[in-house]
């Protein structure tokens, strides 16, 4: 079964300053990579999916990531933040077929003015 | 398009009784899942359902029960409240099981003493 691992658990920068969320999983078949965000108090909305092709993903409000099938990993990353990134960051991942998506833990991001 | 509704927003319940958290999507998606959302334990899946008349078990089933008679709404049945279900939950739908953006609803705050 798949599973997914969000490396940190909270990540504060500097407002303008480049951020790398970390996520990593485990499948032994090829898989479906999501990156959803939480604002507070709300539900979590897509910010980019991988299904296939291109390796590098972009999402919205500048968010990319790059899928790594060899170190197995589907890293977040936004060359400049803004206070209003300021949020909860999930990775999922999900296997072709009828196997439902499975979230890591989150990352919290808080941006610094 | 609404998108995804929940009710009620919030609620407290004490020990032993039940109750039923509402869900509905107006976008036709046969696939609607349930979760709960607990600080550092990410979302987990606790019911899904392929379309009307088929559900399935999540990752913590335990104490809830479904069931989705059409395709637009998939309620959550608390048997008999515990504290332990003191959480934050989520009902999510989507157009595919995998390989779909889930479009979430708000959320509903329950709080079990």
């Known amino acids: 079964a798949q599973s997914v691992t969000q490396l940190d658990s909270q990540v504060p920068v500097f407002e303008e300053a480049p951020v790398e969320l970390r996520c990593n999983y485990s499948?032994?078949?090829?898989?479906?990579l999501f990156w959803y965000v939480q604002y507070p108090n709300q539900g979590l909305q897509l910010l980019l999916k991988y299904l296939s092709g291109s390796t590098l993903v972009k999402g919205i409000n500048g968010f990319e990531a790059e899928f790594n099938k060899s170190q197995t990993s589907f890293h977040l990353r936004k060359p400049s933040v803004h206070i209003s990134d300021t949020a909860e960051y999930f990775c999922?991942?999900?296997?072709?077929?009828?196997?439902?998506?499975?979230f890591g833990k989150g990352t919290r991001l808080s941006v610094i003015a | 398009n609404a998108g995804v509704t929940q009710t009620p927003k919030f609620q407290v319940l004490k020990t032993g009784q039940s109750m039923t958290l509402q869900c509905a999507q107006d976008?036709?998606?046969?696939?609607m899942s349930w979760y709960r959302q607990d600080p550092g334990m990410g979302l987990r899946l606790i019911h899904y359902s392929v379309g009307a008349g088929i559900t399935d078990q999540g990752e913590v089933p335990n104490g809830y029960n479904v069931s989705r008679s059409t395709t637009e709404d998939f309620p959550l049945r608390l048997l008999s409240a515990a504290p332990s279900q003191t959480s934050v939950y989520f009902c999510?739908?989507?157009?595919?099981?995998?390989?779909?953006?889930?479009?979430f609803g708000p959320g509903t705050r329950l709080t079990v003493t």
């Open positions: 976008m036709n998606h046969e696939y």
């Open positions: 999510a739908s989507s157009y595919a099981l995998t390989g779909g953006e889930q479009y």
């Open positions: 999922a991942v999900s296997e072709p077929g009828n196997t439902p998506l499975v």
């Open positions: 499948s032994s078949v090829s898989v479906y």
